[in-house]
């Protein structure tokens, strides 16, 4: 990294990210799905100056809210995530980021019944199913503190294994190095070049 601009590039960071997810509803209309997530994240220099492998692990969860559906029976689900990433990022006044992840959703669905029908097997019928999730996700990470907190907006494009209703995702994520100070010796200049 040029010594003007001295971004720092940590070993490995954590975060949390919030976005909104593009689904289609029953009635094939478009609605918006809130996604949080929880990251671990890698950086390992590659031959091209200011290049980073970015290996990444994350956890997310989604709950469509469904305001429109009946209230004596209705279809409750929620998604569990677990991914993993690989992506490369240029260090710089920004960060630009591509990557690919794949894994796999957990999604419980549950038939939910109130009054005037009566309930089915205590109120509710629940059904668990294992889906594959791929995605190719695009960012721009913008450094605070010299890089040691990353504010990084992103477009994801989505697809998960026998459900076509979600198609994309955007939002934000907030990372911060771990450790959050340099290291003890100025000379070192891990991950900067």
């Known amino acids: 990294m040029p010594a003007l601009l001295d ?3 940590p070993i490995f960071s954590v975060g949390i990210g919030y976005g909104v997810s593009n689904q289609l509803d029953t009635s094939n209309v478009e609605v918006q799905v809130p996604a949080i997530e929880a990251f671990g994240q890698g950086y390992v220099p590659l031959p091209l100056e200011n290049l980073f492998l970015r290996p990444t692990i994350r956890f997310g969860y989604e709950k469509p809210d469904r305001k ?3 209230q004596s029976l209705a279809i409750k689900e929620s998604s569990l995530k677990s991914l993993l990433e690989l992506g490369i990022v240029h260090d710089g006044l920004l960060v630009p980021a591509i990557s690919v992840q794949a894994g796999m959703i957990k999604r419980i669905l549950t038939l939910q019944t109130a009054s005037p029908i009566a309930p089915a097997g205590g109120g509710s019928l629940t059904r668990n199913e ?5 995605g190719l996700t695009l960012g721009l990470g913008l450094p605070v503190l010299n890089g040691r907190i990353i504010l990084e907006p992103y477009y ?10 979600q198609t994309s995702q955007m939002g934000v994520e907030l990372s911060v190095a771990v450790p959050f100070e340099p290291m003890s010796n100025p000379d070192d200049k891990m991950l900067r070049n």
Do not use: A, T
Request: net charge neutral; glycine share 0%.
């Open 130 to 134: 294992y889906l594959w999730n791929f």
């Open 156 to 165: 994801r494009f989505v697809r998960i294994e026998k459900d076509l209703r």
């Open 7 to 9: 971004i720092f590039m």
């Open 68 to 70: 429109d559906d009946s």
